[in-house]
C-alpha cells in the first residue's frame, strides 16, 4: 500500500470533522467494534502463527483464513456492501490492482487469500504497520541499490505459492480512476526461474459512494490523515459500497517484457472504470 504524495487531482485535505450527536455515537460504537475485531483477530492470528511457523516455515495455510475473515467482518461493521465477480486465480503467481484507499485491504482481502506488498516506510505506522507484519506483507525499498535484493525476495515468496499483491499505479487516487502502470515490480515474474510458470490476474476495486454524498467518499490519497479519515467513514449515516472483479488470468510467458504485461494488465483493470455511453 501507498502513501506517496504524487498523484494531484481534488482537494486532499479532508474537512473538520463535525458528526453531529447520532455520527459521534455511530462513530464510538463501530469504532469499539472495529478496534476489538481488529485487535482481537490479531492476538488470535500471531497466536496460531506461534505454531504455523516452526511447522510450515514460510507457507502458511492457516492464519491467511483469520485475516479473511477479519476483512469481511470489517467491512459488516463499516455497514459496507460487499460484492466480488469473477473467477479467482488457482495458477501460481500475483494479483494487481488500482489502488484508492487503505479500506482495499479489507475488500481484497476479504475475497481471496493474498500478501500485500508494501513499501518499507509502512512497517512503521501505527497499526497498519503491525497487521502488516503480522499479515505477511512483503515490505520493498526502492533504492535502486536494492533492486537485485527486492526481486530475490519476489521470487522466494513466489516459489513458495504465495499470492503477491501489489499496486503498480505506485500511489493511491480518488477511487475515479486509473493511473498508468509502472512496469519495474513486474520485472521479477520474468527470471528464467518463474517466467514459464506464472500467471498475474488483474483486479479492479471499485467504490460507490453513499448516497448524497461525493464520488471521492471512499478515496484516501496525498496528505490525507488515517485517522479523520476512518472518523469519517465511521461516523457516516449512510454507505456506499465496494465491488472486486477479478479479471482473466494473464499468462507471463505470453508477454514480451514486463511493459507489456504492465500495460495488459493495466487495460483490464481500467476496464471497469469506463462509463458506458
Known amino acids: 500500500m501507498s502513501r506517496d504524495p504524487t ?33 482481537g483477530g490479531l492476538l488470535i492470528l500471531l497466536t496460531v502463527r506461534l505454531v504455523e511457523r516452526p511447522v510450515f516455515g514460510m507457507a502458511r495455510p492457516w492464519t491467511p483464513h483469520i485475516t479473511q475473515g477479519v476483512c ?21 503467481g500475483a494479483v494487481v490492482s488500482n489502488h ?22 509502512v512497517a512503521g505506522w501505527p497499526v ?20 537485485a535484493e527486492q526481486k530475490q525476495v519476489f521470487e522466494d515468496r513466489l516459489t513458495a505459492g504465495h499470492k503477491l499483491l501489489f499496486f503498480p499505479e505506485g ?37 460507490a459512494a453513499p448516497e448524497g454524498a461525493s464520488e471521492r ?28 472483479i477479478w479479471h482473466k488470468p494473464l499468462e507471463v510467458a505470453a508477454f514480451s517484457d514486463r511493459k507489456a504485461l504492465a500495460k495488459a494488465a493495466e487495460e483490464a483493470v481500467r476496464s471497469a472504470f469506463v462509463k458506458p455511453s
Open 7 to 39: 498523484w494531484v487531482g481534488a482537494d486532499d485535505r479532508l474537512p473538520p470533522l463535525r458528526p453531529g450527536v447520532y455520527g459521534w455515537v455511530r462513530l464510538i460504537l463501530r469504532g469499539l467494534l472495529f478496534g476489538v475485531l481488529t485487535l
Open 217 to 244: 467518499f471512499y478515496g484516501w490519497w496525498g496528505d490525507m490523515d488515517f485517522g479523520t479519515h476512518l472518523a469519517k467513514v465511521l461516523a457516516a449515516p449512510r454507505q456506499g459500497s465496494v465491488e472486486v
Open 128 to 147: 497498519i504497520g503491525w497487521l502488516a507484519r503480522a499479515t505477511g506483507t512483503v515490505f520493498i525499498r526502492r533504492a535502486v541499490r536494492d533492486a
Open 100 to 121: 484508492s484507499s487503505w479500506m482495499d485491504i479489507f475488500a481484497l482481502n476479504a475475497g481471496k487469500r493474498v500478501y500485500f506488498v508494501a513499501k518499507s516506510e
Open 171 to 207: 500511489t493511491s487516487t480518488d477511487g475515479l480512476r486509473v493511473l498508468p502502470f509502472k512496469p519495474t515490480l513486474f520485472a521479477a515474474f520474468f527470471s528464467e526461474e518463474l517466467r514459464d510458470i506464472l500467471w498475474v490476474q488483474p483486479v479492479s476495486v471499485v467504490y
Open 72 to 92: 469481511r467482518t470489517a467491512l459488516r461493521v463499516f455497514g459496507m456492501g460487499y460484492s466480488s465477480h469473477g473467477e479467482r486465480m488457482t495458477h501460481p
